[in-house]
């Protein structure tokens, strides 16, 4: 940078020295220039133009691009391919701009892949190095990711917006959320197992628990594991989580479709009663305290979870509330895309891993609606109110997209059939739920 | 790791056990919680305003009535 202004500057004395006086080579004023730039880079002493100019050259995204070298080191220090240094790099600009597109030609959840897109674009620069530990991106890594503190607040934010009050009115249909959650775990399955019989993987047991929370369809909760099991994949897995969070209307409604019938999807679900207000004031207490006795590891998520949803549902501390539900929340989304496109460096990013991260949170997340489906169906034999089994595919904790494409799906089937706050119950379930998995996923691994 | 298969089957049957147990205690607590809130705190019943509302019917066409009868008077 400083390098290529001064260049800049001699380049330009150079060309008015030349230009007023071809045989006099030391003019006062670019003598006192050359002089300074001696003082802090002595090898720039009396070059020719054609040299200045390659050596600028040198210094530029073009060389740096189209001539890769070896022994070149990234932020943390290891050694970078040639590939990744080349057409790597061009790649990935190529998949940040895809990512720009599908948030905002496409709309999928713009609000975390732009930050994320152009905290990657930002990590593929050449030379700049941003990625370093002294690097604008490297520094809000390790402020807020390295040590999972962004994610919390985000859980904090989310626990402001989240209202209960469906899944209180309700609250057997919270099992739901919990079915949902098998999505994880049944991958988790799958993937130790094709990483253990089949060359096409080669992941850790953490690896693949890491990959494998992608079907609990929380973002926050993906980002915390991912960071604490298996810093490395994190780009993918964050990746992966927010554009199938954002796929959510696309990948459900097929498998809610082949998994229920006619009959079923049309089943009308009784009015929801009123729920007291120190119901829900009591709700974050309670889950609370339920963490504190069976799962204290998860508390950090579901501590600051209710916290949020304690501030509003307490009714005195709106100012409070109201920075956690946009504020702040805003503030760290920022913060936490830019923190996580840095892990988008191609040489990150572009590795036979990713391809598997992608393949196997897309399955994550089908198995966990479909177990959502299932656990609802097996519920409306069992009981005698009747419940559409499509909520089932609200229990993963996207929300509140998921309980949106229930309504949908079930609007289609029969108009009139308004399913949004019956779907919301299980939807906020497994935001719990899938805290609940985190929790013990950390534990196993600690 | 040896079996890695039979290791993450293990998880997977705690994991879920957990997060049913979880919920399952959750609902119950929820089922409670409901049952006391509605017994101690019983919401105050909203449609107090039906018999007022009839009151102030009443009130009204005494009050019209009276309006009517004093015009009528003028006349």
Redesign the interface.
């Known amino acids: 940078m400083k390098r290529s202004l001064v260049a800049a500057l001699l380049l330009f004395f150079t060309l008015f020295v030349t230009g007023a006086s071809a045989d006099e080579h030391h003019q006062p004023a670019a003598a006192a220039v050359e002089k300074s730039v001696e003082a802090t880079h002595s090898e720039n002493h009396d070059k020719s133009m054609w040299q200045l100019l390659s050596s600028f050259y040198k210094t530029t995204g073009i060389y740096a691009f189209t001539n890769p070298k070896d022994g070149v080191v990234n932020g943390e220090g290891e050694e970078v391919s040639k590939f990744h240094q080349s057409w790597g790099r061009i790649i990935m600009i190529g998949i940040t701009l895809i990512l720009f597109y599908l948030a905002i030609a496409k709309g999928f959840e713009p609000l975390l892949l732009i930050p994320i897109g152009f905290g990657g674009l930002l990590a593929n620069i050449p030379m700049a190095n941003m990625t370093s530990d002294h690097g604008f991106l490297g520094v809000i890594y390790n402020a807020g990711i390295a040590n999972e503190f962004f994610p919390l607040l985000i859980f904090m934010g989310v626990g402001a917006m989240t209202d209960f009050g469906p ?2 009115a309700n ?2 249909t ?2 739901l ?2 079915a949902a ?2 999505g ?3 991958t ?2 799958g ?3 094709l ?3 089949t060359p096409l993987f080669d992941f ?2 953490q690896d ?2 890491a990959i494998s929370i992608i079907g609990g369809a929380d973002g926050p909760t993906s980002i915390f594991i991912a960071t604490k099991l298996a810093p490395d994949l994190l780009g993918a897995i964050a990746v992966a989580a927010y554009s199938y969070m954002a796929l959510v209307p696309v990948i459900q409604p097929p498998i809610m479709k082949a998994l229920t019938s006619k009959e079923e999807r049309v089943i009308v679900m009784k009015q929801q009663r ?1 729920v ?1 207000r ?2 829900k004031l ?2 974050p207490l ?2 609370l305290g ?2 504190i006795l ?2 204290p590891e998860s508390t950090p998520l579901i501590g600051a979870f209710a916290f949020g949803n304690f501030a509003k549902e307490s009714g005195v501390v709106d100012r409070l509330s109201d920075t956690m539900q946009n504020a702040l929340i805003n503030i760290v989304t920022i913060l936490l895309g830019l923190g996580v496109g840095s892990k988008l460096a191609a040489e990150k990013f572009l590795v036979g891993d990713t391809l598997g991260i992608l393949i196997l949170g897309l399955v994550a997340f089908a198995v966990g609606t479909a177990a959502g489906v299932l656990m609802a169906k097996l519920m409306n034999r069992l009981s005698s109110e009747p419940i559409n089994p499509l909520i089932g595919a609200a229990g993963v904790s996207a929300v509140p997209m998921a309980a949106r494409v229930v309504n949908r799906v079930g609007m289609d089937e029969k108009p009139g059939n308004i399913l949004l706050m019956h779907a919301m119950g299980p939807n906020v ?1 497994g935001v ?2 899938s805290a ?2 985190a929790g ?2 950390i534990s ?1 691994f600690n | ?1 040896e ?3 039979a ?3 293990k ?2 049957i ?3 056990g ?10 119950l ?3 409670f ?2 049952k006391m ?2 017994k101690y ?1 019983p ?1 105050k019943p909203a449609d107090k305003g039906g018999e007022t509302a009839g009151v102030d019917k009443k009130k009204v066409a005494a009050a019209i009535a009276a309006i009517q009868h004093h015009k009528n008077l003028r006349k």
């Open positions: 899944m209180l609250p057997k919270a099992l959320g919990g959650q098998f994880i775990f049944g988790l399955v993937a130790a197992a990483s253990q019989f850790t047991l693949c628990a009123k007291h120190l119901e009591f709700l309670i889950v339920l963490s069976l799962l379930a719990i739920g609940v998995a013990v996923l196993i | 790791m079996n890695m298969v290791e993450s089957f998880y997977m705690l994991g879920m957990i997060v049913f147990v979880f919920l399952y205690v959750m609902v607590v929820l089922q919680q409901a809130i509605g705190f919401e």
